[in-house]
C-alpha cells in the first residue's frame, strides 16, 4: 500500500493526472490475465480478446 500512496502522491503533486487510466487498465488486464490461468472462467476471458 504504501507504493500506491506514494504513486498517488506523485500523481497530485506533478499534475500527472493522465496516468490514471493507463495505470488501472494495466491492473485490469493484469487481473484478466491471473484470471485466465487455469479456471472455468478461461474461456469467456479469451472471448473478449
Known amino acids: 500500500?504504501?507504493?500506491l500512496s506514494e504513486l498517488?502522491?506523485?500523481m497530485r503533486v506533478r499534475k500527472k493526472?493522465?496516468?490514471a487510466?493507463?495505470?488501472v487498465f494495466l491492473l485490469v488486464f493484469g487481473g484478466l490475465?491471473?484470471?485466465a490461468q487455469g479456471?472455468?472462467?478461461a474461456p469467456f476471458?479469451?472471448?473478449i480478446f
Open 1 to 3: 500500500m504504501d507504493f
Open 8 to 10: 498517488w502522491a506523485f
Open 17 to 19: 493526472f493522465w496516468l
Open 21 to 23: 487510466p493507463i495505470i
Open 33 to 35: 490475465l491471473i484470471l
Open 39 to 41: 479456471t472455468a472462467v
Open 45 to 47: 476471458v479469451y472471448t
